[in-house]
T-cell receptor, first 110, second 115 residues
Framework: GNSVTQMEGPVTLSEEAFLTINCTYTATGYPSLFWYVQYPGEGLQLLLKATKADDKGSNKGFEATYRKETTSFHLEKGSVQVSDSAVYFCALTRGNQFYFGTGTSLTVIP | EPEVTQTPSHQVTQMGQEVILRCVPISNHLYFYWYRQILGQKVEFLVSFYNNEISEKSEIFDDQFSVERPDGSNFTLKIRSTKLEDSAMYFC?????????????FGSGTQLSVL
């Protein structure tokens, strides 16, 4: 079947620290991969995506590379800010459906 | 940027009661979805809706659930007789011009608590 597994949180980092949130997937065929972010009190928003192997999605200083050999799509940012505090969801699409992970809560402290 | 609006943000109900969760999708969107997230679990697909009918639904979406677009702007999810296990955050989403557009716009969710 299709599923996404992401690292459990919560994650707490100091401002300017390096961030990695791990995500691995199981899917038939070649899914598209996404990271969505949910800021407090808001809906899920698309952060970045990659549609084929070796593609790198990037936005707002965040990056993730579609690794087919390791079935992974880890989210990274070199220097986090307090404003990055949110819940991050890894997801894939197959057919007409999205499959989400459980979400990883990130808190960045000044 | 246009947004999807959900009301109420929190809903508390007694087991066995009917609830209606409301959503106003982005006005020119054609595809509408409901997802839910039970605390600590994954965000799960419930149902998709296009052209005034259900296009796809998951195993979770049984006879207790129904969706409706009553007036061309609202998109509602009804649970006829709530159970304790229906307690979750329910997210509405909409997308534009394709049945599986890769950019879903989500609302901020309705937290449903069944007592």
């Amino acid at each position: 079947g299709n599923s996404v597994t992401q690292m459990e949180g919560p994650v707490t980092l100091s401002e300017e620290a390096f961030l990695t949130i791990n995500c691995t997937y199981t899917a038939t065929g070649y899914p598209s991969l996404f990271w969505y972010v949910q800021y407090p009190g808001e809906g899920l928003q698309l952060l970045l995506k990659a549609t084929k192997a070796d593609d790198k999605g990037s936005n707002k200083g965040f990056e993730a590379t579609y690794r087919k050999e390791t079935t992974s799509f880890h989210l990274e940012k070199g220097s986090v800010q307090v404003s990055d505090s949110a819940v991050y969801f890894c997801a894939l699409t197959r057919g007409n459906q999205f499959y989400f992970g459980t979400g990883t809560s990130l808190t960045v402290i000044p | 940027e246009p947004e999807v609006t959900q009301t109420p943000s929190h809903q508390v109900t007694q087991m066995g009661q009917e609830v209606i969760l409301r959503c106003v999708p982005i006005s020119n969107h054609l595809y509408f979805y409901w997802y839910r997230q039970i605390l600590g679990q994954k965000v799960e697909f419930l149902v998709s809706f296009y052209n005034n009918e259900i296009s796809e639904k998951s195993e979770i979406f049984d006879d207790q659930f129904s969706v409706e677009r009553p007036d061309g702007s609202n998109f509602t999810l009804k649970i006829r007789s709530t159970k304790l296990e229906d307690s979750a955050m329910y997210f509405c989403a909409s997308s534009g011009d394709r049945g599986y557009s890769e950019k879903l716009f989500f609302g901020s969710g309705t937290q449903l608590s069944v007592l």
